[in-house]
């Protein structure tokens, strides 16, 4: 590695980002940056350093506003450059931004749910070497052996220019650049991303009471023998239907009776709002699934297990086949699935609101460990 006493200069890239994914990210990818900025400029000492974001109480701020706070937060600790990873989505003209370089203020944005759910450390990697060429002045190109060399006497001379604070007239030529997707797969990715933070399989685990009366639920139905009686006689179509019934049962259940369904303020935050809300409502479905898919397994393989073919001939009246025994865990899970939408009730309003975007611990988490 390039040492600081061989080069010109050292130049500090500062990584910002609230506790949660986006701060595991800015961990994970500051290790690797220093040797890839260097490829961009290799007579200069990069440094990265990760801090914590800002505790922020509005959870919908704008571009301006989030890039004056990273600029103060810059000035504060005296970096080069900074580049705030967020987990809030941002939009320019109605269309999602992944990303958003300033030359003119030296910080970026990178909205880490844009990136969708797959190779996020390596897009992460990827997109704050193109906001550093924005910082830079530079517009993200890739050409011949003469552009590269255009592009590195371009960023050399920016990099020049760090050690003093760039002029009025300097940085309004400069510009701002915004990586900017399609709207349509844009706004795809960036839920996918959303949901993918929101972590929904660890959902379930941390509603404690909800699944306690699910499998208690479970384990009874899995005992009675009214309800061995009940999916005997049950169609198959009409087991589907109230597997459906249970699970949107469970998701209103949570939404409502915890808040979790927001209502724009004003125009300006309208369509982050949608965003959170589907975000909550995806999230919420693939966790009742997976709570749902875990009964039912649970259920057919304790029937199979624990009810003796004689006992069930002698309460049903014909030997349990296969068929047999998949109803009666279909039937135990969904009306499981249904007890635990009246656990729900009784779980704290904290650890349900885990599952809506718009309550996620940045700026609380972070607050409280400033009181500490």
């Known amino acids: 590695m390039t040492s600081e006493r061989d080069c010109d200069h050292v130049v500090v890239l500062g990584l910002l980002a609230p506790r949660g994914m986006p701060r595991e990210l800015a961990e994970q990818i500051a290790e690797k940056l220093p040797g890839q900025l260097a490829n961009q400029a290799d007579d200069v000492n990069w440094q990265v350093r990760v801090a914590a974001a800002e505790a922020r109480g509005d959870t919908t701020p704008t571009i301006e506003a989030l890039k004056q706070a990273v600029?103060?937060?810059?000035?504060?600790?005296?970096?080069?450059?900074?580049?705030?990873?967020?987990?809030?989505?941002?939009?320019?003209?109605r269309r999602p931004v992944t990303a958003h370089a300033s030359a003119m203020y030296r910080v970026g944005l990178l909205c880490v749910p844009a990136l969708g759910a797959r190779s996020i450390p390596r897009r992460a990697t990827h997109a704050v070497l193109n906001l550093v060429d924005g910082l830079l002045?530079?517009?993200?190109?890739?050409?011949?052996?003469?552009?590269?060399?255009?592009?590195?006497?371009?960023?050399?001379?920016?990099?020049?220019?760090?050690?003093?604070?760039?002029?009025?007239?300097r940085a309004d030529q400069d510009g701002t650049i915004a990586f900017v997707g399609a709207t349509l797969r844009g706004n795809a990715r960036l839920l996918v991303g959303m949901v993918h933070a929101n972590r929904p399989a660890r959902l379930i685990a941390r509603l404690s009471s909800a699944l306690a009366v699910a499998l208690g639920t479970a384990a009874y139905a899995m005992t009675s023998s009214s309800i061995w009686m009940l999916a005997h006689g049950m169609a198959w179509p009409r087991l589907a239907l109230l597997t459906a019934a249970s699970i949107i049962t469970l998701c209103v259940v949570l939404v409502l009776a915890h808040g979790l369904w927001e209502r724009p303020s004003s125009q300006h935050d309208r369509e982050a709002v949608i965003l959170f809300n589907l975000a909550t409502?995806?999230?919420?479905?693939?966790?009742?699934?997976?709570?749902?898919?875990?009964?039912?397994?649970?259920?057919?393989?304790?029937?199979a297990t624990l009810i003796a073919p004689s006992v069930y001939h002698a309460n049903i009246g014909q030997a349990p086949a296969l068929a047999d025994y998949l109803k009666l865990g279909w039937l135990?899970?969904?009306?499981?699935?249904?007890?635990?939408?009246?656990?729900?009730l009784i779980e704290s309003d904290q650890s349900v609101r885990e599952a809506?975007?718009?309550?996620?611990?940045?700026?609380?988490?972070?607050?409280?460990d400033n009181e500490r």
């Open 137 to 169: 002045g530079e517009e993200v190109r890739r050409g011949t052996k003469a552009g590269k060399t255009g592009r590195a006497h371009r960023i050399r001379r920016r990099l020049d220019e760090l050690g003093s604070p760039l002029g009025r007239s």
């Open 71 to 93: 600029r103060r937060r810059m000035q504060h600790e005296g970096w080069h450059l900074a580049v705030a990873l967020t987990d809030l989505p941002l939009w320019a003209n």
């Open 332 to 344: 135990a899970a969904t009306i499981a699935t249904l007890a635990g939408a009246l656990g729900s």
């Open 356 to 368: 809506a975007y718009r309550h996620h611990p940045d700026a609380r988490t972070e607050s409280n």
């Open 281 to 303: 409502s995806t999230t919420l479905g693939l966790a009742v699934l997976t709570l749902y898919a875990s009964l039912l397994v649970l259920s057919v393989v304790a029937g």
